[in-house]
């Protein structure tokens, strides 16, 4: 059995405005991120050039602070502290508070989304 804490797993994105996101294999194929969204962090600008500009990594997760409004090709809806979700592929999220969020994805597919990411960051 492998655990993972968020001080444990290693930075693989983090910017001067206060988004970190920390990631590890966790289980084989799957990874456990850790996630930090000031608020106004909008992630539909960094997604721009993915397929239909949104991400199209599936994550199950658990809010630990904040709210979440998500953006997809359906519409939007709003999450907050204390939810439990499953983010199908194509979507992009807005943080409306401060956020921290735990994430588990298919680790190939998320590490694509943030290599995407960190390049349009740069």
């Known amino acids: 059995m492998t655990t993972m804490t968020r001080t444990e797993a290693p930075v693989v994105l983090s910017n001067e405005e206060g988004v970190e996101l920390r990631m590890e294999r966790i289980g084989g194929d799957m990874s456990v ?30 809010l ?19 939810q439990a979700y499953y983010w199908a592929p194509g979507h992009a999220p807005e943080a409306l508070e401060d956020t921290e969020l735990m994430e588990f994805s298919p680790a190939a597919a998320f590490t694509e989304v943030i290599d995407h990411v960190k390049e349009q960051i740069g």
């Open 64 to 82: 630990t602070k904040g709210r979440v409004k998500l953006h997809t090709r359906q519409g939007d809806e709003t999450y907050e502290a204390g």
């Open 33 to 62: 991120a850790f996630i930090r969204l000031p608020e106004g962090t909008d992630m539909s600008i960094p997604l721009k050039g993915m397929p239909d500009d949104l991400c199209q990594c599936p994550h199950w997760g658990f």
